[in-house]
């Protein structure tokens, strides 16, 4: 379980999270959505020790994220960022067997457990037919697929995704949230995840976090927060909810549509 206490973020004198709380239950999806700028990324970005918090706790099972070194938190949790500046002369499997950095003795060397994660990791994430290609070579969602292997190979009990479905075609980006969904139930995974696809994060979250300008402005449900009224204000666009997704999970439209 992860639990977030009073987090106030700073870039230098200006704070982009300021008292921000949730709790995320072992074994469930957290939805943060907001608009551009809102905070997701800063959000991600402390929760994965890129960001050091200028106030408050983040804790993954009691044990304080900020005390622990970067090998103990790389156990813990594992990141699908959204910047990518990825190693373009890698071939995809040694991209996928980074993730296992923070198991490796001294010499550096993968054990045939490290090569039995990374391949659960690589069929897992649809990633098996680009062990051998060039990652420079690689579309924006073939390394997209790459980074999800890489943090799926990392065996943290903690996920963090940071828009993941970005550069994924529609087949994409249901197998990628059906696979973290499968994770979250089989393995009980805590996956944290940003998304701008209202939609797409009503049907595989949980639980919803809003954030506005640094600050949690609703959570709950995804019944609960996706209030079109709500909405409207945050996005400064009229949006209608239709009661049409899979079991009955709300879908938000804008009007114009
Ligand atoms: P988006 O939906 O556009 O990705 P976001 O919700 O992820 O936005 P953040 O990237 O977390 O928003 O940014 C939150 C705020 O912090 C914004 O006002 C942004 O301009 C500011 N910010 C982000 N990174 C930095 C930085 N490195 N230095 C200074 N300010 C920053």
Not at 49 to 63: H, I, T
Not at 136 to 158: H, I, T
Not at 181 to 208: C, I
Request: with cysteine.
């Amino acid at each position: 379980m992860l639990k977030v206490t009073r987090l106030l973020v700073k870039y230098g004198e200006r704070a982009a999270l300021r008292d921000v709380s949730f709790e995320v239950p072992r074994g469930s999806i957290l939805g943060v959505i907001g608009p551009n700028g809102a905070g997701k990324t800063t959000l991600i970005r402390a929760l994965s020790g890129v960001l050091r918090p200028a106030a408050g706790s983040m804790q993954v099972d009691g044990r304080d994220l900020s005390a622990m070194s970067e090998q103990e938190r790389a156990r813990l949790v594992a990141v699908v960022p959204q910047a990518r500046n990825l190693p373009p002369a890698f071939t995809g499997l040694e991209m996928v067997q980074l993730g296992r950095t923070p198991y490796l003795n001294w010499l550096g060397q993968l054990t045939p457990l490290d090569r039995q994660r990374v391949q659960r990791a690589m069929e897992r994430a649809r990633t098996l037919e680009l062990a051998d290609r060039r990652v420079g070579d690689l579309s924006g969602g073939e390394q997209q697929r790459l980074l999800l292997a890489r943090a799926l190979a990392q065996d943290a009990p903690l996920l963090l995704l940071d828009e993941p479905t970005t550069h994924l075609d529609l087949q994409y980006q249901i197998s990628l949230l059906d696979a973290v969904s499968a994770l979250v139930k089989q393995d009980g995974l805590t996956v944290v995840m940003t998304l701008h696809d209202l939609n797409l994060v009503s049907r595989y979250a949980d639980r919803l976090c809003l954030l506005v300008e640094g600050q949690v402005a609703a959570a709950g449900t995804p019944d609960e927060v996706l209030d079109p009224d709500l909405l409207s204000r945050v996005y400064h666009v009229p949006l209608q909810r239709l009661q049409a997704g899979a079991g009955g999970r709300p879908v938000i439209l804008p009007t114009v549509l």
